[in-house]
């Protein structure tokens, strides 16, 4: 995934990640109508939109110990700085925010050079 500035923090696998679990829950719940997926970057936040067909609201269960199934809302919820889903014409959209943390260049003042004696 290339977001074309440079980001740290593990921002990359952390989008990656959130939007794995979004696009799951959509074809694991959505059914049978067409999905899509949109990466959109603002200021220092990715907000990451997964749209599906279903009107059915995702609804956060609480697994037991040995389910494989069923924390992708939980690990959304903690890795975004915000998400929510909003009904649509079509269906739905779910979405989720997170944050980009910049990763210092050469001119950034957080790598002034000390003067050498």
């Not at 037991?64 to 199934?69: H, K, V």
């Not at 069923?70 to 989720?96: D, M």
């Amino acid at each position: 995934m290339r977001l074309g500035l440079p980001v740290g923090g593990g921002v990359v696998e952390t989008v990656a990640l959130v939007t794995s679990e979004l696009l799951t829950n959509a074809v694991q719940h959505a059914g049978q109508g067409p999905i899509s997926v949109a990466a959109l970057l603002r200021d220092d936040t990715v907000r990451v939109e997964v749209s599906d067909s279903s009107p059915a609201l995702p609804t956060p269960g609480l697994p037991d110990e040995g389910d494989e199934r069923g924390r992708g809302l939980f690990i959304v919820a903690a890795l975004a700085v915000r998400h929510a889903v909003e009904t649509t014409e079509s269906g739905k959209r779910c979405w989720a925010e997170i944050p980009v943390q910049h990763e210092p260049t050469p001119h950034s003042p957080l790598h002034v050079p000390l003067p050498r004696r």
